[in-house]
């Protein structure tokens, strides 16, 4: 008869055929308890998920049911390999490989989440526009290199090399490679911080410097805006976010602040009934609130009158509606009072 003791412990290379089987049932046990968790558990959260009202427990389950086969069968023989070999290079290679999966496994996990969170924020909790989709399409770019530089340099770490000074090369080529790329860079980050501060957005008419117009794209790099005169004006967000910006679609009303001037020959009880005149037309124009009419001072050919009322709407061309009604009035109004409004005028006197 076979003796069950001998049989185990008869020598293959640098382990027995005991520690084989032990391996063997391990891993056997690993793999079988990893699909269990696959076709059992993950089909059984997916079912829970979708009976829930939010969707982050479907983007969780989604993510661990998306681990491979390949992850699991390489998770299950990752332990039972590190008690049968006996070469330090072996052993080397084996955990690098399971760090690698692991680690790229893990990478995966909280890149998908990441750009989840980002994705509710800019295309679900927003209005969903171009200068939202760019956005989030920049951040999920920064977030991706970062996560991969990071996973490379802790797989380099476990793995013995010494990334001080890697990291100090890499630093001294980083720099050059940062200021090769500087205004790059600043368009990019330019473009998060309009997002964020949004002191404009698309549709809003701006004055930037010497030129003004319409906002037509927020990209990572430049904005496009539609001036008056109908060109396309491309200019860098950085150049933007240096600037003063004017936004007159933020505005809520218009101000308008002129002046009357009439001749000095008008009668003292002509002129106290001007401001009066005044403010009767403006309160009577639809949209516009008057402010103040006073006789503030004796000009050169003409005394002055200073007047101001707001049209309580930011559209221009309602604000020249009622600028022209205004003036339209007023002009009506001083002809039948018989106030004669003032010109560029100069008497000369002659004496023997």
């Known amino acids: 008869?076979?003796?069950?003791?001998?049989?185990?412990?008869?020598?293959?290379?640098?382990?027995?055929?005991?520690?084989?089987?032990?391996?063997?049932?391990?891993?056997?046990?690993?793999?079988?308890?990893?699909?269990?968790?696959?076709?059992?558990?993950?089909?059984?959260?997916?079912?829970?998920?979708?009976?829930?009202?939010?969707?982050?427990?479907?983007?969780?389950?989604?993510?661990?049911?998306?681990?491979?086969t390949g992850f699991y069968l390489i998770v299950a023989l990752y332990f039972p390999l590190i008690h049968l070999v006996r070469s330090e290079l072996a052993l080397k290679i084996i955990k690098a490989v399971f760090l690698i999966v692991v680690v790229y496994q893990i990478v995966r996990f909280v890149q998908k989440l990441v750009v989840y969170c980002l994705?509710?924020?800019?295309?679900?909790?927003?209005?969903?526009?171009?200068?939202?989709?760019?956005?989030?399409?920049?951040?999920?770019?920064?977030?991706?290199i970062v996560l991969w530089a990071t996973a490379v340099l802790l797989i380099l770490s476990n793995l013995g090399v010494n990334i001080n000074s890697l990291i100090a090369s890499l630093g001294i080529g980083g720099v050059a490679v940062a200021l090769a790329v500087q205004n790059i860079l600043g368009d990019i980050f330019s473009s998060f911080t309009i997002y964020f501060d949004r002191p404009f957005e698309i549709g809003d008419y701006i004055v930037v410097g010497d030129h003004d117009g319409e906002v037509e794209k927020i990209g990572l790099k430049s904005t496009r805006i539609r001036t008056m005169q109908g060109d396309l004006l491309i200019i860098s967000n950085k150049e933007l976010t240096s600037e003063r910006i004017r936004n007159f679609k933020k505005m809520s009303r218009r101000r308008a602040d002129f002046e009357i001037g009439v001749t000095y020959d008008t009668s003292s009880a002509k002129l106290k009934k001007i401001n009066g005149l005044v403010k009767k037309i403006i309160e009577a124009t639809n949209k516009v609130e008057f402010c103040r009419s006073y006789?503030?001072?004796?000009?050169?050919?003409?005394?002055?009158?200073?007047?101001?009322?707001?049209?309580?709407?930011?559209d221009y061309t309602d604000f020249l509606e009622a600028q022209q009604n205004i003036n339209f009035e007023i002009k009506k109004a001083f002809e039948k009072a018989g106030i004669e409004m003032a010109f560029p005028t100069q008497t000369v006197y002659v004496q023997k």
Do not use: C, H, W
């Open 119 to 144: 994705n509710l924020y800019f295309m679900g909790t927003r209005d969903e526009n171009d200068q939202a989709i760019t956005t989030f399409t920049g951040l999920r770019l920064v977030v991706r």
């Open 1 to 68: 008869m076979f003796d069950i003791k001998e049989i185990l412990a008869y020598q293959l290379g640098q382990n027995t055929v005991y520690d084989f089987s032990k391996a063997f049932l391990i891993f056997i046990a690993l793999f079988l308890l990893f699909k269990l968790f696959e076709t059992v558990v993950v089909v059984r959260l997916k079912k829970i998920a979708k009976n829930t009202k939010n969707d982050f427990d479907d983007v969780l389950v989604e993510i661990i049911g998306s681990m491979s």
């Open 295 to 314: 006789f503030t001072a004796f000009g050169d050919f003409s005394l002055k009158f200073s007047v101001i009322y707001y049209v309580l709407t930011p």
